[in-house]
């Protein structure tokens, strides 16, 4: 990545990652990665399979501690916090930063209990502002018109598409600032696709979202910014419509005219 790259990333960054490295084992998975991420705009990350993507974004929440085994160096501040800090507490950061898996996985619930599960856990018991946010969530998750007559209803009801769109509501419950998408549209339909797609554009007024996406095409229809990650590293990270029209690194244009991946 140029130093001009780098610096055109550095305005209102919610997260700054410096020399980030990760392995699993002996596996170098991630190597020096070293990246801003802006606030308020659509990071999309994009590469073949296996360069890093999902450990990345798992990385950004600290889900990748989960993973016996691994070692970590370098940093990842969110919000000029280190969030390996050891004061950090795990629960802090995740509360303020969603997340949203490849495949939904609603909880085997009501659509109402799904919604208010996050906020009852930090403690809010009042029915009237449990309502209040199980409206507000599915309003800005799209879905509301679709399920308010149905919120007592079992979730897994929902079609594949409303149960993603239901997953993204019940992480904008805990009110967060950040939402991570491990490839939320790969397993629906083009028409759910498009439904989740244009909310993403429409959640950036009031959230940073970082996407993980296999799809090319989607990256440049949603997203502000992007990384593409090869073996572990991030070759290339610019705006958009800058990587995709006149990338600055041949693997990049390789990559993305098809070559290979």
């Given amino acids: 990545m140029t130093q001009a790259q780098q610096t055109a990333v550095k305005h209102d960054a919610i997260y700054s990652v410096n020399q980030f490295n990760l392995w699993y084992g002996q596996d170098h998975a991630l190597k020096d990665v070293t990246f801003d991420i802006p606030q308020n705009q659509v990071t999309a990350i994009i590469g073949p ?39 950090y507490q795990v629960e802090e950061l995740r509360t303020d930063v969603g997340m949203v898996f490849q495949k939904p996985n609603p909880f085997p619930k009501s659509i109402y209990e799904n919604i208010v599960y996050g906020p009852k856990i930090h403690g809010i018991k009042d029915k009237q502002t449990l309502d209040n946010i199980v409206e507000k969530s599915l309003k800005s998750a799209a879905l509301w018109d679709e399920v308010k007559d149905r919120l007592h209803e079992n979730a897994f009801g929902l079609s594949g598409g409303q149960q993603q769109r239901l997953c993204i509501a019940r992480s904008l419950a805990i009110e967060p600032d950040v939402i991570l998408m491990d490839e939320p549209t790969s397993a629906l339909d083009p028409i759910s696709t498009l439904k989740i797609e244009e909310l993403v554009q429409s959640l950036k007024e009031d959230y940073s979202i970082v996407i993980v996406t296999h799809n090319m095409q989607q990256a440049a229809r949603i997203s502000d910014k992007t990384a593409f990650f090869l073996n572990g590293e991030v070759i290339e990270y610019d705006d958009t419509n800058q990587l ?18």
């Fill in 49 to 87: 399979s296996g360069c890093g993507k999902s450990t990345f974004i798992k990385s950004l929440n600290r889900m990748v501690e989960m993973v016996p085994g691994i070692k970590m160096a370098g940093s990842i501040n969110y919000k000029n916090k280190n969030i390996f800090d050891p004061k």
């Fill in 244 to 261: 995709f029209s006149n990338p600055s690194d041949q693997r990049t244009e390789d990559y993305i005219t098809g070559r290979f991946g």
